[in-house]
């Protein structure tokens, strides 16, 4: 099959370096750089997203690095990268990830519709989930909850969402360098229930659609029957017209596999030194969007002074509500009260409410307030920053109980505080 090369002139494919997303907010990009830089890490820009890094050093593993220790960087595959990128949501957007887990593309549309958007991130298997919900936790993406729906169609109001993310269970056949009997398990036959269940939630996802919203189709694999066949299904049976597709520099595209799909972008995996995606963009035709009234988030209110109490600031968090259920504190985005009553979803965890006493989880970055004499450890070099996370303590002086620990001004989380001593607890 042939391949039409769309990197830009005299530019060839990066084919070196994994690489990575940056977790930050913009006026810390510097800061997460230089933490980076202080472990050794080099990495460059990717032509695709201001977001998006490759490692050109690695001296040791970045996912061990403590820029990746504090949810500061994402670790993921440069393919992956793209379908959140294509979707494009605007500032502001409430999204739907329709099957989210391991969290990388839910968390990097977070980071798209910023702190006045909203992304609901699905996942059906119970120990995703899991994953799903400590990847977003890790990494501060408080405008993300979470839900565990097999079937969301009964749950959820039709047009719900004017962008959706689908990138369903597949035989991940583009992912074969890590993954090499996945061509084994799934071969023949085998692949049928993945293509029946990928139309039913093609066809979910056409309902959950706003009128004039817009769908992202995408896969990790080379299969024609769960990609090209795959948008014939959507335009011949679904109220979904083709948008096409720009492709992004710095890859290298395959020809679609059918006639009759155009506008669709199939990464040659081999010359884009990424796994082997499929992505197809679709915009929901006719009709008049639904106006709905938001409803009174859940949970029981925390008094903002309950926070402050606790050397927390609240200015950090994105536009929602902290509410306590039971003993533990949920941050709820302001968009989750799209969500009809009665619908189970997770928020983003904060800490402990007991007895009108909060006490912040020590990875609730967002509610660190800044650095300052008064607010905790402010470290120029990474020493004794080492040293906490080896189990050391660290003298207290005068510190406040639950200091923030810093790296020049980038807060990193909450240190314990026991007697005299500043110890590092996840707990």
């Known amino acids: 099959m042939a391949s039409c090369d769309v990197t830009p002139a005299g530019e060839a494919p990066r084919t070196s370096g994994r690489s990575f997303r940056l977790v930050c907010s913009p006026s ?74 391991p969290g990388g593309k839910t968390g990097f549309l977070a980071q798209l519709v910023g702190p006045t958007g909203f992304v609901l991130g699905n996942e059906p298997s119970p120990d995703r989930l899991a994953t799903l919900r400590q990847t977003l936790f890790r990494e501060s993406l408080a405008n993300a909850a979470t839900c565990s729906q097999a079937d969301l169609s009964p749950h959820l109001p039709e047009g719900a969402f004017t962008h959706i993310l689908l990138d369903p269970p597949c035989s991940g056949w583009g992912t074969l360098d890590k993954n090499p009997q996945a061509a084994k398990i799934w071969s023949g036959e085998k692949v049928a229930p993945l293509i029946a269940l990928q139309r039913k939630l093609l066809a979910t996802a056409a309902n959950l659609l706003a009128p004039g919203g817009r769908l992202l189709y995408s896969t990790c694999t080379t299969n024609v029957a769960e990609n090209e066949d795959q948008t014939r299904f959507a335009l011949e049976s679904l109220p979904l017209v083709p948008v096409p597709l720009a492709p992004p520099a710095g890859f290298v595209f395959e020809a679609p596999r059918r006639d009759d799909v155009s506008g669709v972008l199939r990464v040659d995996s081999a010359a884009s030194a990424a796994q082997g995606f499929y992505m197809a963009f679709f915009e929901k035709a006719g009709g008049t969007p639904v106006v709905r009234e938001d409803r009174e988030l859940p949970g029981a209110p925390v008094p903002e002074k309950a926070l402050r109490a606790a050397g927390c600031d609240p200015a950090g968090l994105p536009a929602g509500a902290v509410r306590a259920f039971g003993e533990k504190v949920f941050f709820l985005p302001a968009g989750a009260a799209m969500l009809p009553a009665g619908f189970r979803f997770q928020g983003h965890a904060l800490g402990t409410y007991r007895a009108g006493v909060f006490r912040p989880s020590a990875r609730a970055r967002l509610l660190v307030p800044p650095a300052g004499p008064a607010a905790g450890l402010n470290e120029e070099a990474l020493c004794r920053i080492e040293a906490l996370l080896a189990g050391q303590s660290l003298p207290a002086g005068d510190l406040p109980p639950r200091p923030g620990l810093y790296y020049r001004g980038l807060p990193l989380g909450f240190l314990a505080r026991k007697g005299a001593r500043l110890l590092w607890s996840d707990r």
Do not use: K
């Not at 830089?37 to 050109?56: K, L």
């Not at 990746?68 to 494009?88: E, T, V, W």
């Open 28 to 101: 810390e990009v510097p800061l997460v750089e230089a933490l980076l830089g202080a472990t050794g890490h080099v990495a460059e820009p990717e032509p695709f997203s201001p977001w998006c890094r490759r490692i050109v050093a690695e001296p040791t593993a970045l996912g061990a690095s403590l820029a990746a220790r504090f949810g500061c960087i994402h670790i993921q595959d440069r393919s992956s990268m793209l379908p959140p990128l294509l979707l494009d949501p605007p500032a502001g957007a409430r999204v739907l990830d329709m099957c989210a887990a």
